[in-house]
């Protein structure tokens, strides 16, 4: 029931980011191709075209960072409509757990992110910018090979830190998302008030949980610094406490991450109010 | 007959508003039970705790002998007051939807009905006017075959042409093997398909009788005796 869920939750974004993505991708083309055909000119048709070439390397940003947003406001309005509002008299009465609803919407917002990394990503490769560096699969390579044989000098695995960076990431991005839903369902949980009212709760609720957060983040973090005193200008030791560094903030996302997951199903499951 | 649907001291209460007080009932099989009351009385919540929509705070309630939740929702087909569906979806989506996510839901008995209201399934339900969304979810809803029908005032802000059809359509997917519960204000014109009707008032129930027993025994119809028990 989990993939079907998904399935329709992905159909319903899919409307939205697609156009979105084709937009970069011409955005990019368009950008290169002025780029390349601005290289081979001269005089005043290679100022129009480099101008061309300008503004739609500025649409370019504007549109990544257009789609960027766009995914996230569709994220927390999807989540809101179809599991808090009127839609949820479908989803709530569906024969599925309450726990798989939630996670649909948790994996879909992951996939929409994620997808919007790989066209961005994609994006750069085809406007040429690495190759005018001299960036390339091979010099990728050599760069994580050095990092690797100058880890191992420090006493640092370096698998091991690539993995734990990979690890932080997907953990944050689970915990923001998370972050969001569990802010929704305690705004729509209230008793009382109309839409308006209980989304500026919910952005109440979610810019305190973030400030929270961040507090517990800082003193996780950094007190142990402070309380180890260490030598800061220690290369090896700086190395080694973000190693380590790495790993309680997987640790503290992971329980953020699960809070805020058990606040928005228990309240689903208890304190569900779609009037 | 067996019993679909049991209440055992059923309370939920809203803050200091009790809303269903101590409820217990039952509702057979094969049977169209009307749930009346005034605004308020605890027919809505009823329902939404039966659909799962709601959780009580006190009691028990079952449905086919499974407590509420993924297991009872399999055999409940649920019709609430409001329209339901992704604005964006299109008639035909909401059928594939159906069709997904509940076993016992027949795709041609849905498009049979959809065909004969003229309503096109490449039509967005953004588009339909409320009365036609409104049967799009009822059609839905009567295309499984379902064993309770629970349906919140399917008949609220129609015309009296869609309020046949409505009535029409429950009891050409009525079922001696299915019970079908129905909440609603406009009691002379559902009370004609009605066997059983229960009155709650206050979040209590007052009233739990067959249709012939109130017309023989208090020679009213249920409009009359509603409007006896319910004046303000």
Known sequence: ?275 | MKNILECHNLTKKYGQKTALDNISLSIETGKITGLLGPNGSGKTTLIKIASGILSADGGEILAGENKIGTESKKIISYLPERPYFTPAMKVSETIKFFKDFYQDFSEDTAEEMLKKLDISPDAKIRTLSKGTREKVQLVLVMSRKAKLYLLDEPMGGVDPAARDFILKTILKNYNENAGIIISTHLISDVEKVLDDVIFIKNGHMVLHKSVDEIRSEKGKSVDALFREVFAC
Request: aromatic letters at 14%; proline letters at 2%; one cysteine or more.
């Open chain 1, 1 to 275: 029931m989990l993939g079907k869920l998904i399935k329709y939750d992905l159909k319903a974004g899919i409307h939205i980011m697609i156009p979105a993505y084709i937009f970069i991708i011409l955005c990019t083309v368009f950008s290169r191709i002025t780029n390349i055909v601005s290289g081979m000119l001269s005089g005043s048709l290679k100022h129009i075209i480099n101008f061309l070439f300008i503004v739609s390397t500025f649409i370019l940003i504007l549109s990544i960072m257009a789609t960027c947003v766009i995914t996230l406001v569709w994220t927390v309005l999807r989540y809101r409509n179809n599991l808090l509002r009127d839609e949820g008299y479908l989803m709530h009465t569906l024969p599925v757990t309450t726990v798989n609803l939630y996670f649909s919407k948790i994996i879909t917002a992951i996939i929409f992110f994620l997808a919007d990394t790989a066209v961005i990503i994609f994006s750069v490769i085809l406007s040429g910018i690495p190759k005018e560096y001299g960036i390339n699969w091979e010099y990728i390579k050599n760069a994580l090979t050095t990092f690797h044989y100058g880890a191992k000098e420090y006493g640092i695995n370096g698998n091991i830190y690539i993995a734990a960076i990979i690890i932080v990431i997907f953990t944050a991005l689970y915990m923001s998302v998370s972050q969001l839903f569990a802010s929704l369902n305690i705004g729509y949980s209230i008793p009382f008030g109309k839409g308006a009212s209980r989304d500026l709760i919910s952005i109440a609720v979610y810019i305190v949980t973030y400030i929270i957060m961040q507090v517990v983040m800082f003193m996780i973090i950094f007190i142990p610094v402070l309380i180890a005193d260490f030598d800061i200008e220690n290369e090896t030791e700086m190395l080694k406490y973000t190693q380590t560094f790495l790993f309680v903030e997987i640790a503290a996302m992971v329980f953020f991450s699960v809070i805020y997951s058990l606040v928005s199903i228990k309240l689903m499951q208890k304190k569900l109010n779609l009037e």
